[in-house]
């Protein structure tokens, strides 16, 4: 039976293999999908020895996602504008990276919570590899500008250099609070452990807001959101599921439906 899973550390947590299982019984596919814990200082090895026995395919979590990107011998446009890879498939000559992060975002903005993009005014919240991530499919919305703030401008300035999109900007924390967003994203652990996100009230207030993180882990931020007037508040669950769909897409060739996934794997209201 065609083997995939899931490469991080930590792992334990990653709800992939239920989503992929729940894929697996909807499009009559054959397969099994398992976690693998990989040592900080082994992602080649446990790489290397899983499609050496076998294996179809590979999703990559944190920390790893950058060094997936040097591993393998070509990219998808999105991994390649991000620097990380997300999704290993073998392919003739090697091994292809894809980043399914931006393009799971947007599909759950867009055909899930019904957020039109085009022409939208949106505030993103860090500048890490998450946010590099979902940047790119971001941009093919046609969205007015994207600004990108952090705690650190200088990292902001730097991603944003990246793409040379002039609607893509990096932008101070001073500038935020009377911008009037459509949209604001959280890719940032921001309101974890109690600490205060650093966007002023203002700049969220009459925007959808979306985390990017999900369940437990988006409820600090959105709570903050919904105190200071946002529109509506979403974590990321969905965008979980939609990327997911799109590395399963690439593996098997068939695009699975996300919605009962989706409901299924947000658990009760």
């Not at 065609?2 to 697996?24: C, L």
């Not at 446990?46 to 590979?58: C, D, K, S």
């Not at 919570?113 to 971001?138: C, E, W």
């Not at 009230?201 to 959105?222: C, E, I, N, S």
């Amino acid at each position: 039976m065609d083997r995939y899973a899931v490469v991080g550390n930590p792992v334990a947590h990653s709800k992939s293999p239920e989503i992929h299982a729940a894929f697996a019984r909807e499009t009559g596919q054959q397969l099994v999908y398992e976690r693998l814990l990989a040592p900080l200082d082994d992602f080649v090895g446990v790489t290397e020895r899983f499609f050496a026995a076998g294996g179809r395919g590979l999703n990559v979590t944190v920390p790893f996602k950058g060094e997936a990107f040097q591993w393998v011998d070509e990219h998808d446009e999105f991994a390649g504008s991000a620097g990380t890879v997300n999704t290993i498939v073998p392919v003739a000559d090697g091994f292809r990276g894809y980043n399914t992060d931006g393009l799971g975002l947007v599909r759950d903005l867009a055909a899930n919570l019904r957020i039109d993009l085009a022409g939208r005014r949106i505030l993103m919240l860090g500048a890490g590899g998450a946010v590099a991530g979902v940047i790119g499919p971001l941009l093919g919305c046609a969205p007015q500008r994207i600004d990108v703030v952090n705690r650190t401008h200088a990292r902001a300035v730097t991603l944003t250099e990246r793409f040379e999109d002039p609607r893509l900007q990096a932008c101070a924390l001073t500038d935020v609070a009377a911008a009037g967003y459509d949209l604001v994203i959280n890719g940032t652990a921001a309101g974890l452990g109690g600490d205060r996100p650093i966007l002023p009230d203002t700049a969220v207030r009459g925007a959808a807001v979306y985390d990017m993180a999900y369940g437990q882990a988006a409820k600090p931020f959105l709570g903050w959101a919904r105190d200071a007037g946002a529109h509506s508040v979403h974590d990321g669950i969905g965008m979980l599921v939609e990327q997911a769909a799109e590395a399963f897409f690439r593996w098997r060739q068939v695009r699975p439906q996300t919605r009962d996934v989706i409901a299924q794997m947000a658990g009760p209201p």
